[in-house]
């Protein structure tokens, strides 16, 4: 009896052996193809990575490029004036009426607005150029609303001629953007154009490379005659 017993005993744990190494090959395979899906999916990522980066730079790329293009593009509009006027009378430009042109001197001609942060940052510089020079005068043209204008002399405190623009003057010269700062010489004629900020320095190195020049196409007449 204890021989059938044991018999029967050794049967069943043979039968759960044999389970445990078929459940114990399954787990393994199944874990070795969830190894495989995984890898799969690391080398999806890797490869959509590296295609990420290719457009990245791409785009980057044409970003930069673009960006170049619109900044030449804004210079050449800019500098477009500066051939078409330079040379000419301030006048055959419809300077407002209340613009005042101080023939014994230079006139700087400062266009601005208050909405301009760069102009604004500006005035300050002009104020002191206004002060200290005896051989130019600064005037504002605002392309602005007067109100606004107002306001902004009382602020600012400022010390030189501020006029509105007519709705002429800026577009007969061609003024894309502010702030623009003209030079018109003692003869009425426009000498340089500025584009951007100005300062003080700036504008006294302007004033005497212009002096210098005249100086030369001077003593090129008397050579001539």
Known sequence: MEKKEDKKNGKYEEEIYTLYEEAKSKIKHEESKHEKFLKFLNEIKREREKLAGKQDFKSKALKSLLVILFIAIGIAIMFLPEKEIV????????PPQNLYID???YTIINFFASWCDTCLDEIPELKKFSEKSTNATVIGVALDDEKNVKKL??????NYQVVLDNGKFSKNLGINSIPTTLIVGPDLKIKKILFGEVNSERLEKALLQIS????LAEKSKIKDN
Not at 87 to 94: A, M, P, Q, T, V
Not at 153 to 158: F, G, H, T, V
């Open 87 to 94: 040379g000419k009378s301030i006048f055959d430009f419809e």
């Open 103 to 105: 023939m014994g001197k």
């Open 153 to 158: 002399i009382e602020d600012m405190k400022i």
């Open 212 to 215: 210098e020049r005249e100086k």
